[in-house]
Each structure stands twice: as C-alpha cells, then as structure tokens.
C-alpha cells in the first residue's frame, strides 16, 4: 500500500514562509502522473492549492499564485514551498498523488498563519 506523508506545518506570523514536504513510500514521487496539495480550513471544504503534472506542468490556485511554489525531487519527495503566507493560508494541508485509477492521500499537516 503507497503511502504519502506530509511534513513541515506550523504556526508562523504573516509575511513569513514554510515549506511543506510530501514523502511518497513507492520507488519514487515519478510514481505519480501527478502530485498536488489541496488544503481544508475549518467549516471549509477541502480546495486545491497546487499540482505538478509527470511532465512537469504546473498549475495553482489563484489565491496562491506568485506566493506558493510546488516541486519534486527526483527522488521521493514533493515540496510547496510557501512565502508571505496570510492569516487565510491558516488549514490542514494534504498531499495528493494519483497513480492510475488510484489517488492517495497524506494525513495532513497543519498550517497556521497568526500574529
């Protein structure tokens, strides 16, 4: 069974950065036709963040455009790497692979963005 777990949450102040980490338990984060964060406030549903494709396009939120960028290394792991991060920002967030028919998700990470 492939597992994905997240690392990297916190609790930061606003304008500061954090990255998170997605680490696959397959062969390699390549395993993936793609990978993506999505994050859930709460009382919110859960949205997407940010995705990377096998071939390497990117695609993000417009919320996060120009402040969150997602990478991977060639070996396992996924990266969102997160500047001037806003109160807004404050949610679980989840990474995502999807292989085949099949997605997989991490347990989560918190983020919060507080003075």
């Known amino acids: 069974q492939v597992r994905l777990t997240e690392s990297g949450g916190g609790l930061v102040q606003p304008g500061e950065s954090l990255r998170l980490s997605c680490a696959t338990s397959?062969?390699?984060?390549?395993?993936?036709?793609?990978v993506a964060w999505y994050r859930q406030a709460p009382g919110k549903e859960r949205e997407f963040v940010a995705a990377?494709?096998?071939?390497?396009?990117l695609n993000y939120a417009d919320s996060v455009k120009g402040r969150f960028t997602i990478s991977r290394t060639l070996a396992k792991m996924a990266y969102l790497q997160m500047n001037g991060l806003k109160p807004e920002d404050t949610a679980v967030y989840y990474c995502?692979?999807?292989?085949?028919?099949?997605?997989?998700w991490g347990q989560g990470t918190q983020v919060t963005v507080s003075s």
């Open positions: 995502r692979g999807v292989r085949g028919t099949a997605e997989y």
């Open positions: 397959s062969r390699s984060i390549f395993d993936f036709s793609s």
């Open positions: 990377i494709t096998g071939g390497g396009t």
